[in-house]
């Protein structure tokens, strides 16, 4: 299985902590954190195709991270 964190500083100069974590038969859990702030965004995902690319990883939060 395999394990990965990054940090990426997005367009607005926020940083943000993503972990992408390979589960069992093709799954996957995947997290984003904004610097500072408290909430961790998670998504478990049960049809993974894994191994996903940090940018796919990433994709995932868009939605999320576009609101300030």
């Known amino acids: 299985m395999r394990d990965e964190d990054w940090i990426k500083t997005l367009e607005d100069a926020r940083r943000v ?3 992408y974590q390979e589960l069992p038969e093709d799954g996957a859990f995947i ?4 610097e500072g702030n408290e909430v961790v965004y998670s998504i478990v995902l ?3 195709r894994n191994p996903l690319s940090r940018e796919e990883v990433e994709n ?3 939605s ?3 609101k300030k």
Do not use: D, G, N
């Open 31 to 34: 997290t984003a954190q904004i």
């Open 46 to 48: 049960t049809k993974a």
């Open 64 to 66: 999320e991270l576009s």
């Open 17 to 19: 902590k993503f972990i």
């Open 60 to 62: 995932r939060f868009k």
